[in-house]
T-cell receptor
């Protein structure tokens, strides 16, 4: 069974940092682009960032460019999102997803709350 | 920045067809994908590449695209189809966007 499990969310103060992880199983992780998507409370889905199979290409939504870094370790079947200089508006559930152009496999999400 | 526009809500009676539109300037050249999200759950892909249905998705879900408008149709909508639906696409700028979402009510 294909599965993605996110972890690393929590409560952090404005300006702080968090590192999210996404553990993949049940498919050949290194063959796929991977994506982070977030959803603020009561709001819609927002594409955050994606990364190519070998990590050579990375793209970000404007609102996180320069603050967030997406990375992956294919040997560990893991995807990461390093989030720095966090703001209240980054508060959301963060999902990782397998990316074929569409996103066909999703995790259940991890919650990030930015508040003092 | 690129935007996809959806109606905020659609309401139908059980057995009727629910049609959700998604408008975007790049849709004539780019695929659109559709996601269903039920309350408190992760999104689920219900249509990819405009009109393809993943395995396990009921046949009552279908998609089409013409010009700058894509449409998700739920034929014979059932109570369990109540959810938020999001379209997803790109304008070829290496960034991707979701539509604002449409809440489908079946009552």
């Amino acid at each position: 069974e294909m599965q993605l499990v996110e972890s690393g969310g929590g409560l952090v103060q404005p300006g702080g940092s968090l590192r999210l992880s996404c553990a993949a199983s049940g498919f050949t992780f290194g063959r796929y682009w991977m994506t982070w998507v977030r959803q603020a409370p009561g709001k819609g889905l927002e594409w955050v960032a994606n990364i190519k199979q070998d990590g050579s290409e990375k793209y970000y939504v404007d609102s996180v460019e320069g603050r967030f870094t997406i990375s992956r370790d294919n040997a560990k079947n893991s995807l990461y999102l390093q989030m720095n200089s966090l703001r209240a508006e980054d508060t959301a559930v963060y999902y990782c997803a397998r990316d074929r152009g569409d996103m066909d496999v999703w995790g259940k999400g991890t919650t990030v709350a930015v508040a003092s | 920045s690129y935007a996809l526009t959806q109606p905020p809500s659609v309401s139908v009676s059980p057995g009727q067809s629910a049609r959700i539109t998604c408008s975007g300037d790049a849709l004539p050249k780019k695929y659109v994908h559709w996601y269903q999200q039920k309350s408190g759950q992760a999104p689920v892909l219900v249509i990819f590449e405009d009109n393809k249905r993943p395995s396990g998705i009921p046949e009552r879900f279908s998609g089409s695209s013409s010009g700058t408008v894509a449409t998700l149709t739920v034929s014979g909508a059932q109570v369990e189809d109540e959810a938020d639906y999001f379209c997803y696409s790109t304008d070829n700028s290496n960034t991707w966007v979701f539509g604002g979402g449409t809440t489908v009510t079946v009552l």
